[in-house]
């Protein structure tokens, strides 16, 4: 199992904190993502600055299935990943939208 730290668009990071988004597209050649990964977001906006209040940067993602080739450009997969652990909210992470409905999963699920 490896951690993986990834910059995720503040649009998309809405998506995944509200599970409507329970994949990720990611390149692959530079790094191997493997089914048991963890991964961890850092938000960012369309600028490319941080985003240190969305609620998804306390959180952790875990792979449960990797897709490579089937029409995905070579050096891309396509991820499959479910919440883990249960994130600490801070007022300010609370009051996003997108997140205010989100599961919560119990650690180490």
């Known amino acids: 199992m490896t951690a993986h730290e990834l910059e995720i668009c503040e649009r998309y990071?809405?998506?995944?904190?509200?599970?409507?988004k329970?994949?990720?597209?990611?390149?692959?050649d530079d790094r191997v993502f493997e089914v048991g990964d963890r991964l961890m977001f850092s938000v960012i906006d369309e600028d490319r600055n941080p985003v240190p209040s969305h609620a998804i940067n306390r959180r952790t993602y875990k792979v449960t299935y990797v897709l490579r080739g089937n029409g995905l450009a070579d050096g891309y997969a396509a991820l499959a990943i479910k919440p883990i652990g249960r994130a600490v909210l801070d007022d300010a992470?609370?009051?996003?939208?997108?997140?205010?409905s989100a599961p919560v999963f119990a650690l180490g699920a």
């Open 93 to 100: 992470a609370a009051s996003a939208p997108a997140c205010a």
């Open 13 to 20: 990071a809405d998506a995944v904190c509200s599970g409507k």
């Open 22 to 28: 329970t994949f990720e597209i990611r390149r692959d």
